[in-house]
């Protein structure tokens, strides 16, 4: 990779440009700066989608736990003609009593049917309660039973759009998405390298690869903004900056220099900005869940729960530093930028 160019002694005081190969080698040195940030910010923006992606599949609002979800109620609250499970068999009241329910939550939704070959029916865990329990605790249950049929009513469009009217088939297609859960949701795969961590690591893996990539970023970002700044003193002096800001703005994708045909495209120029700020913000998410689920962290291992989010907080805040650093210089190289626009009179100063 090519640096900042230097002039020797000699050629200080020439009155002339610089020679074309020099030029050149100006011209190349601040295309290679440009060049190692924008794929540093695209590596960045990567790990920070990924990061992402990964908490998401997490979240019990996600498509494949959704899923799971629906599943489990059409197995809990459908009654299969195939089903061999006496247990699961409900009476002539029972089915009465929930065809009610499940009717007053679907008068507005005229596709709501049940499948041929399936009816409704009391899950015998819900039903032994009832069965065992006082009027007052019945009165819950039942509360509880009508919001359920809720999800009954989306349970039955699901067996009605997959064409399920077997009790293997649903249990089947459970199982399937069970496993998938279980090797890409509490696993996660690391792309190119092979190696898989546990969903709950993701804090502190994450944090780390975050931290890495902004460091990078930072010093391209710090590299770019002294070749600028240096070639734009030697433009000056050989009064040529308006030829070097027209040919550096050539180079530069991220930073959108001031120009005549530009200088009202602001959120363009302010992109960069937002974009860095994703590792922080995906970062933040992961570390706020860690927060509302250390229960479930508890459950499983204390140590482990407390070494997570004790480790996740204070990589939160060298994020959170290292993007406020990168903030700094990149409005350095903006405000470096409109300082040469405003000495060609392209934008007045404000």
């Known amino acids: 990779m090519m640096d900042t160019p230097t002039l020797n002694k000699n050629n200080q005081n020439l009155k002339n440009p610089?020679?074309?190969?020099?030029?050149?080698?100006?011209?190349?040195?601040?295309?290679?700066?440009?060049?190692?940030?924008?794929?540093?910010l695209l590596i960045l923006v990567t790990a920070s989608v990924l990061a992402f992606a990964g908490f998401w599949n997490?979240?019990?609002?996600?498509?494949?736990?959704?899923?799971?979800?629906?599943?489990?109620?059409?197995?809990?609250?459908?009654?299969?003609?195939?089903?061999?499970?006496?247990?699961?068999?409900?009476?002539?009241?029972?089915s009465l009593f929930l065809s009610k329910i499940y009717y007053f939550?679907?008068?507005?939704?005229?596709?709501?049917?049940?499948?041929?070959?399936?009816?409704?029916?009391?899950?015998?865990?819900?039903?032994?309660?009832?069965?065992?329990?006082?009027?007052i605790r019945l009165s819950q249950i039942l509360n509880n039973i009508i919001k359920d049929t809720l999800l009954v009513v989306q349970a039955s469009k699901f067996l009605n759009n997959r064409n399920i009217n077997s009790k293997r088939e649903l249990i089947n297609l459970l199982k399937s998405w069970e496993k998938t859960e279980l090797e890409n949701v509490y696993l996660i795969r690391v792309p190119f390298f092979g190696v898989?961590?546990?969903?709950?690591?993701?804090?502190?893996?994450?944090?780390?690869?975050f931290i890495?990539?902004?460091?990078?970023?930072?010093?391209?970002?710090?590299?770019?903004?002294k070749n600028v700044k240096y070639v734009f003193k030697i433009a000056k002096r050989f009064n040529v900056l308006e030829t070097y800001y027209d040919l550096m703005s050539m180079?530069?994708?991220?930073?959108?220099?001031?120009?005549?045909?530009?200088?009202?495209?602001?959120?363009v120029g302010k992109l960069p900005k937002y974009l860095f700020s994703l590792p922080f913000l995906v970062y933040s998410s992961v570390?706020?869940?860690?927060?509302?689920?250390?229960?479930?962290?508890?459950?499983?291992?204390?140590s482990n729960t407390y070494i997570t989010i004790g480790v996740s907080f204070?990589?939160?805040?060298?994020?959170f530093k290292s993007t406020c650093s990168c903030y700094k210089i990149w409005n350095e190289m903006n405000n470096e930028w409109k300082k040469q626009a405003q000495n060609l009179r392209i934008i007045t100063n404000t």
Do not use: C
């Open 18 to 40: 610089p020679h074309n190969s020099v030029v050149e080698h100006y011209l190349n040195a601040i295309n290679e700066a440009s060049h190692r940030s924008r794929i540093t």
């Open 58 to 94: 997490s979240m019990k609002y996600s498509w494949l736990r959704k899923r799971i979800e629906i599943a489990k109620v059409a197995n809990d609250w459908f009654l299969f003609h195939d089903d061999s499970d006496s247990l699961g068999k409900s009476s002539t009241q029972d």
């Open 105 to 135: 939550n679907s008068l507005k939704d005229t596709t709501a049917k049940l499948p041929y070959g399936v009816d409704l029916r009391i899950p015998p865990g819900i039903k032994q309660e009832m069965n065992n329990n006082d009027s």
């Open 196 to 209: 898989t961590f546990d969903i709950n690591d993701l804090g502190i893996w994450s944090g780390i690869a």
């Open 212 to 225: 890495i990539i902004l460091f990078m970023f930072r010093f391209s970002l710090a590299r770019e903004v």
């Open 251 to 267: 180079y530069q994708v991220f930073t959108v220099p001031s120009s005549k045909d530009n200088d009202k495209i602001k959120f």
């Open 287 to 302: 570390s706020i869940n860690d927060i509302v689920t250390y229960m479930a962290g508890l459950s499983i291992s204390a």
């Open 314 to 319: 204070i990589l939160l805040l060298i994020i």
